[in-house]
């Protein structure tokens, strides 16, 4: 069974820093790109970012960008999501979800996702 | 970045009812649309890709259509289970995009 478990998430300060782990089981981690998708409370998905399955190429949103990193460890099965300079805006339910091939494209299994409280 | 616009914004609908979900890009990204559900409290869920095909498991009410640059999620037979917040994707470009969710209510 696809499983991917995130993990990471808590309560930091504006301008503070996060580390986001993304444990994948059950299928070839390293043959399908990953995603990083958000959801501020009571509102709709918003895309982060994304990596290639070799991580060669990542992607980012314009809101994140320069701010934010994206990586994938092959040998361990696990997506990562640095976060720095971090703001309240960035406050959201983060989901991870793999995606249908080695490029980004869409996203068939997602986690159950963790929360991030920026706030002071 | 490709803007995607999704309507209604919320739709009352009754058990048994057709209902259709529109989603409007703002330039053309040919067949790279996918759909998704997701009820309250859960994440999202894969229904569509490349406008119209079904994903493994999906029931056969749920249909996409469309092209270039509008796009539409058809729920032939409104059932129960249906009653959730639905969402575009384009994967034209790297800079993917979600529409803005349409959330389909009781009536």
């Known amino acids: 069974e696809v499983q991917v478990l995130e993990s990471g998430g808590g309560l930091v300060q504006p301008g503070g820093s996060l580390r986001l782990s993304c444990a994948a089981s059950g299928f070839t981690f390293s043959s399908f790109a990953m995603t990083w998708v958000r959801q501020a409370p009571g509102k709709g998905l918003e895309w982060v970012s994304a990596i290639t399955a070799s991580g060669a190429s990542t992607y980012y949103a314009a809101s994140v960008k320069g701010r934010f990193t994206i990586s994938r460890d092959n040998s361990r099965n696990t997506l990562y999501l640095q976060m720095n300079s971090l703001r309240a805006d960035d406050t959201a339910i983060y989901y991870c979800?793999?995606?249908?091939?080695?490029?980004?494209?869409?996203?068939?299994?997602w986690g159950q996702g963790t929360l991030v409280s920026v706030s002071s | 970045d490709i803007q995607m616009t999704q309507s209604p914004s919320t739709l009352s609908a009754s058990v048994g009812d057709r209902v259709t979900i529109t989603c409007r890009a703002s330039q053309s990204i040919n067949d790279w649309v996918a759909w998704y559900q997701q009820k309250p409290g859960k994440a999202p869920k894969l229904l569509i890709y490349?406008?119209?095909t079904l994903e493994s498991g999906v029931p056969s009410r749920f249909s996409g259509s469309g092209s270039g640059t509008q796009f539409t999620l058809t729920i032939s037979s409104l059932q129960p289970d249906d009653f959730a917040t639905y969402y575009c994707q384009q994967y034209n470009s790297y800079s993917l995009t979600f529409g803005g969710g349409t959330k389909v209510e009781i009536k």
């Open positions: 979800a793999k995606g249908r091939t080695t490029v980004v494209v869409f996203f068939d299994s």
């Open positions: 490349e406008i119209s």
